[in-house]
């Protein structure tokens, strides 16, 4: 593959334009969550993972679609679709934690998610460690 993504679904799209079949060595799904679209791409095994350039794992992307205007509700829901994602990955247990990377460029809108999801995150594990 000559062109890469970061982007699991990107990558699958590229895969299969270029070789006109399917890949039974990954899974893709979209589904929709409070009005944006979400897709799973699993990549089962080692082939898969050659094939779309990913490592064997899932990967979410969550599609705002155009944003329309300034919707006063776009933001709250946005952040209730990207949460109910995480709760569905997470299962944790009492004691466990969760690290939290914000990737991205917080000078460039697009790119900027990461590090404002981040920036709004409430970090409560040395309250629980004091306790």
Do not use: H
Request: charged share 25%; proline share 4%; glycine share 10%.
């Amino acid at each position: 593959m000559t062109d890469w993504t970061d982007l699991a679904v990107e990558a699958t799209q590229l895969w299969q334009e270029r070789s006109a079949g399917v890949l039974d060595d990954v899974r893709q799904d979209t589904r929709e969550r409070l009005g944006f679209a979400v897709t799973e791409v699993e990549v089962l095994n080692q082939e898969g993972a050659q094939a779309v350039g990913k490592p064997v794992g899932r990967y979410l992307t969550l599609d705002t679609g155009p944003r329309p205007g300034r919707a006063a509700d776009f933001l709250s829901r946005l952040s209730e679709a990207i949460a109910g994602e995480l709760r569905a990955l997470l299962s944790l247990r009492d004691g466990e934690s969760v690290l939290v990377v914000g990737l991205g460029n917080r000078s460039i809108t697009p790119d900027a998610v990461g590090p404002w999801a981040v920036d709004q995150t409430v970090v409560t594990r040395q309250l629980v460690s004091a306790l």
